[in-house]
């Protein structure tokens, strides 16, 4: 698998989004991730589908909005209609999660299901068949530049394990810490999807910064 780039927009200069997403795309991102936090379900507040209505027109390459909100279920449409191609929500967060996922879906949009330190991989069981994507936190959701949690790659093997037992295609992408000392652990143990914010968006030439950490995964999961 050809391990893909995600920057966080979280990590962006918000005075200027829209050339900062125009950045990342021409610095070679292969998607951008919207980090939408209601101050609920975790302590930050974020981004909004207008403001994400406003970059969409200006870049190409798809989006990803993560629902970090409590009753996500009524924010669906709204973030699909605005052209986020990815919606990842928390099941912890969800009253019908099989309701939910079948409704993104019908929305247009790829599911992703997102996995906090502390959420169980049991989650996942009897889902697996509606999922286009695993998300699993490598940090507590809430706030950017924290430091990467190792404790998590058992985590991302057994989730890795469980999609090959299934037979279904699906990604798995890590967000949280992801830099050039951690990305080679979360892909070695099975990871394809790599989100990075601060380390990409502190770089003084990203796209060599997305370069090297490509190529890191992509040497990570050959070996």
Not at 2 to 31: M, N, T
Not at 92 to 100: A, G, V, W
Not at 120 to 142: A, C, F
Not at 190 to 196: P, Q
């Amino acid at each position: 698998m050809r391990p893909l780039i995600v920057p966080s927009v979280l990590s962006a200069d918000f005075s200027r989004l829209g050339e900062e997403c125009v950045e990342l795309e021409q610095a070679g991102a292969d998607r951008l991730q919207w980090d939408v936090m209601d101050g609920h379900y975790v302590p930050n507040l974020t981004f909004g589908p207008d403001v994400i209505a406003s970059c969409r027109g200006l870049v190409s390459c798809e989006f990803e909005a993560q629902l970090m909100c409590d009753r996500p279920e009524e924010l669906l449409p709204r973030y699909a209609e605005v052209g986020c191609e990815w919606i990842i929500v928390h099941p912890e967060t969800l009253r019908q999660p099989h309701r939910t996922y079948q409704r993104i879906r019908e929305l247009g949009a790829k599911v992703g299901v997102g996995l906090s330190p502390a959420t169980p991989v049991s989650v996942l069981e009897h889902v697996l068949d509606l999922v286009d994507m695993v998300l699993i936190m490598t940090v507590s959701p809430g706030f950017g530049g924290q430091k990467y949690l190792s404790s998590m790659e058992p985590k991302i093997a057994r989730v890795r394990w469980m999609i090959d037992d299934s037979g279904h295609a699906i990604d798995i992408e890590v967000d949280g810490g992801i830099g050039p000392t951690t990305i080679g652990g979360a892909a070695t143990v099975g990871a394809n999807v790599f989100v990075s914010g601060s380390s990409i968006a502190a770089a003084e030439d990203r796209a060599a910064a997305i370069k090297e950490l490509r190529r890191l995964a992509a040497d990570a999961i050959a070996d």
